[in-house]
T-cell receptor, first 115, second 112 residues
Framework: EAQVTQNPRYLITVTGKKLTVTCSQN?????MSWYRQDPGLGLRQIYY???????DKGDVPEGYKVSRKEKRNFPLILESPSPNQTSLYFCASSQIGGGSNQPQHFGDGTRLSIL | QKEVEQDPGPLSVPEGAIVSLNCTYSNSAFQYFMWYRQYSRKGPELLMYTYSSGNKEDGRFTAQVDKSSKYISLFIRDSQPSDSATYLCSTLGRQGAQKLVFGQGTRLTINP
């Protein structure tokens, strides 16, 4: 089954304790992206990657890092989490280019609470 | 000004009603328009996809784009309780760029 898998689904942690949210896709997609979803603000892009070893900032990259060492994986790293990073996070992937619809497939989300 | 504006609702209608969900966008360069549906505790899933102006129909769902007024609409006919979800409009500047811009999402409840 084609899917984007995020782990963990839920995490409560404390300020300053480094954490990593993993994302893996099994569709051989080039493009992967991280979003955060907050009430009243919708989905905002944090970082994206067009292919292995190619990453770039989205709209709200401050406080986050990413890496893309393999095509299927795109972890999101919070080196020193702060309470304003409490949010619902989604990873997404898609093919690039082509003449028709290339929908983004989303994971089921990771709810992070930073105390 | 947000690039895509969407009334967050919530919107509650009786089963069988016609539902109209709307968004406006600011950048005339946007060409691709999508509606995503998000059930509680799930990620968004693509519902409808439209290129440029016009209508697209898929079963009970119709997506409409009016580029002259920068207005995006989703109509749901014969609404069902299973349609209860948050609906997100989004746009994409050009194919291949992959940068989706989302509205805030409208929470819709269909009451049996």
């Amino acid at each position: 089954e084609a899917q984007v898998t995020q782990n963990p689904r839920y995490l409560i942690t404390v300020t300053g304790k480094k954490l990593t949210v993993t994302c893996s896709q099994n569709m051989n997609h080039e493009y992967m992206s991280w979003y955060r979803q907050d009430p009243g603000l919708g989905l905002r892009q944090i970082y994206y990657s067009m292919n292995v070893e190619v990453t770039d900032k989205g709209d709200v990259p401050e406080g986050y890092k990413v890496s893309r060492k393999e095509k299927r994986n795109f972890p999101l790293i919070l080196e020193s989490p702060s309470p304003n990073q409490t949010s619902l996070y989604f990873c997404a992937s898609s093919q690039i280019g082509g003449g028709s619809n290339q929908p983004q497939h989303f994971g089921d989300g990771t709810r992070l609470s930073i105390l | 000004q947000k690039e895509v504006e969407q009334d967050p609702g919530p919107l509650s209608v009786p089963e069988g009603a016609i539902v109209s969900l709307n968004c406006t966008y600011s950048n005339s360069a946007f060409q691709y328009f999508m509606w995503y549906r998000q059930y509680s505790r799930k990620g968004p899933e693509l519902l409808m996809y439209t290129y440029s102006s016009g209508n697209k129909e898929d079963g009970r769902f119709t997506a409409q784009v009016d580029k002259s007024s920068k207005y995006i609409s989703l109509f749901i006919r014969d609404s069902q309780p299973s349609d209860s979800a948050t609906y997100l409009c989004s746009t994409l500047g050009r194919q291949g760029a992959q940068k989706l811009v989302f509205g805030q999402g409208t929470r819709l409840t269909i009451n049996p």
